[in-house]
């Protein structure tokens, strides 16, 4: 088993900058790959970015340049940086852990972009 617990998320202006964290613990050495997700209401989750065991990362066209996706093996734990927010980041932000024993997800985080 794979727990993931997120935080860092919360209501910010158009243009400003919040950093999500998701904290891993359990069977963390059966992972491959960490990624962040949202979904927007009435949308499908989709995926936001990801890093994998190797230290490789890939994006969603709409936050490249934005966002930065990376990782503290000593704490666990894997973060999202995003800068430069736009109301259309408005989601629901999901830590997703891809595991040999299974594919795991955090309780989400509410991020709200608006003035």
């Known amino acids: 088993q794979v727990q993931l617990v997120e935080s860092g998320g919360g209501l910010v202006q158009p243009g400003g900058s919040l950093r999500l964290s998701c904290a891993a613990s359990?069977?963390?050495?059966?992972?491959?790959?960490m990624g962040w997700y949202r979904q927007a209401p009435g949308k499908q989750r989709e995926l936001v970015a990801a890093?994998?065991?190797?230290?490789?990362?890939n994006y969603a066209d709409s936050v490249k340049g934005r966002f930065t996706i990376s990782r503290d093996n000593a704490k666990n734990t894997v973060y999202l940086q995003m800068n430069s927010l736009k109301p259309e980041d408005t989601a629901v932000y999901y830590c997703?852990?891809?595991?040999?024993?299974?594919?795991?997800w955090g309780q989400g985080t509410q991020v709200t972009v608006s003035s």
């Open positions: 359990g069977s963390i050495f059966s992972i491959n790959r």
């Open positions: 890093i994998r065991s190797g230290g490789s990362t």
């Open positions: 997703n852990a891809m595991a040999t024993i299974g594919d795991y």
